[in-house]
């Protein structure tokens, strides 16, 4: 690519060395090129951002140029635009587009930015890998025979691919950074409450948050500048004020103090991303930061925690979904005719033991009978059953049973409970240091289907990012360079950091990636 990041386009745009239809245009060429294989957008909008970005050039040429003119940016398929499709990885909602703009978009809008496209996301982004989309999986750009990581995925192998400037993406517990490492990009999750969630589709309420994804610190601190601020449409918004988060970029790390949590690694992190992350460190260390050991000893708890909270909220959130107001919606006429079959088959049954006089079958048969669903409930069951892929079935079973009663207390309450222990561990080690230095991931990419049929080791890469999430805490992952094992596949570092401390984090990060803006 000719202007790979958006500071690079802007230099030209000024200059005069290109325009915004021929950004958009070299953009478009690319997603033809590589998207057939590494299936990373579900919808392309090329009219609609050629038209938008001719616009901008009109503006530029009458001296009225915006902060984001010429960004070309893809968007996660679970925030909403209007008139596009949101389906969220989903069969449920594969016909269904927006009737609004979420708050992101209108603000990127008014900066200047330009949708290329909705992104392809694991099934209302509860996934690791980006395998349990309806579309079909995404594939990492570095090696196609390997997983980009999830849930935002999507977002991640376009920006990595070249096919967009940058992307926006949600991070619930983990999944802009798990996947921007993956990848090889740069992906913040900004604090809980930092970036309005108005028009993000809600999978966990208390832990969901929109990020940006870009191949340069400078890109995503751009993005952040627009995106964030309190929003009147999101109650969870904060009123704390927006710095200019690329003020500080070029600041260094003199002086700051780094800390190293014991628990991020431990057995069970792989050698070489353990080695390579001690090697930032020193660099770090060398360029004037202290660093020194922490603990946060509820880490171990982190997964358990965010596995029963997430479930809990989703199972709630997804019940929206009946196939009445909206989204899929089964057969009526399928569904009347199974329901019929089923109670037939039933009362023969019945017919049978009643003839056999077998008095314990006569009254199960019975009481089947008694509680036959209604032609309304029979149609909602078959609409979520054919609706929602096996993944979302999963955590709505497990969130459901998590909020039931007589497991309330026992496991919902008491994730809480852990919940706010850990916040406190990251508070503590917040009055010694001034950022936390971490491995995203706790192995490299791993192959397509490798851990499908595991949905536990699956859940289990998500280690050392969902506790960013539970505390409400800025993550941010700087790519670091390529696993010596499995060539040409990067590895992510993660800095964390206080709550609406973006700005040190993009700082760090500049430093470790070597750019002196």
């Known amino acids: 690519m000719e202007y790979p990041t958006f500071a690079d386009a802007r230099r030209a745009l000024d200059a005069g060395e290109t325009s915004c239809e021929a950004l958009v245009s070299s953009f478009l060429t690319r997603i033809d090129e590589r998207d057939d294989e590494i299936n990373a957008f579900t919808t392309v909008d090329r009219d609609g951002a050629l038209n938008h970005a001719r616009y901008l050039d009109s503006q530029r040429e009458r001296g009225n140029p915006r902060p984001l003119a010429g960004l070309v940016l893809a968007v996660k398929d679970n925030i909403c635009i209007r008139g596009y499709p949101v389906t969220c990885g989903s069969k449920m909602l594969e016909d269904f587009s927006s009737l609004y703009d979420a708050t992101v978009i209108d603000r990127l809008r008014d900066a200047g930015a330009i949708f290329i496209g909705k992104t392809n996301c694991d099934e209302f982004a509860m996934g690791s890998s980006n395998e349990t989309s309806h579309f079909g999986p995404v594939r990492n750009p570095h090696h196609t025979d390997y997983v ?29 950074r798990q996947p921007a490492a993956f990848c090889g990009t740069v992906g913040l999750k900004p604090t809980y409450g930092r970036v309005s969630r108005s028009g ?47 003020d500080a970029l070029g600041d260094g790390v003199e002086g700051l103090r780094l800390g190293l949590p014991e628990e991020y690694f431990a057995e069970g992190l792989d050698d070489d991303i353990r080695h390579m992350v001690h090697e930032q460190v020193q660099q770090l260390e060398d360029a004037g930061a202290t660093v020194e050991e922490v603990s946060l000893p509820h880490t171990e708890y982190g997964v ?23 989204g899929h919606r089964a057969d009526l006429q399928e569904t009347t ?30 009481a089947q009978l008694d509680d036959e669903q209604s032609t309304l409930d029979a149609l909602y069951t078959r609409t979520r059953t054919e609706g929602f892929g096996e993944e979302v079935k999963r955590r709505i079973m497990l969130g459901t049973y998590a909020l039931s009663a007589g497991y309330y207390d026992k496991y919902y309450q008491k994730a809480q409970r852990v919940r706010t222990l850990i916040r406190h561990d990251f508070e503590r080690a917040f009055e010694d240091v001034d950022a936390l230095v971490t491995p995203t991931t706790p192995t490299p990419p791993f192959q397509l289907g490798e851990k499908t049929d595991d949905p536990l080791e699956m859940y289990l890469n998500d280690i050392y990012t969902v506790t960013a999430n539970l505390a409400g805490l800025p993550g941010l992952t700087v790519p670091i360079g390529e696993h010596p094992d499995t060539p040409g596949l990067p590895v992510g570092l993660q800095l964390l950091g206080p709550h609406f401390d973006e700005a040190l984090l993009l700082r760090i990060g500049q430093a470790i990636m070597g750019n002196d803006a």
């Open 200 to 246: 993000l589709v809600a999978f966990a309420s208390s832990l969901d948050v929109i990020g940006p994804l870009g191949r340069s610190m400078e890109d995503v601190a751009a993005l952040l500048n627009v995106i964030a601020g309190e929003d009147e449409r999101d109650s969870t918004s904060a009123p704390v004020a927006v710095p200019d988060y690329t």
């Open 304 to 326: 358990a925690t965010y596995y029963l909270i997430a479930t809990a909220e989703a199972s709630s959130n997804l019940a929206r979904y009946d196939g009445i107001r909206y």
């Open 148 to 176: 980009p990581g999830g849930s935002s995925g999507g977002s991640a192998a376009a920006v990595a691919a070249g096919m967009c400037h940058a992307a926006l993406g949600s991070d619930t517990g983990g999944s802009v």
């Open 337 to 366: 005719q199974a329901l019929r079959k089923q109670r037939e088959d039933l009362e023969n049954e019945l017919a049978s033991a009643r003839t056999q006089g077998d008095e314990e079958r006569v009254a199960k048969l019975e």
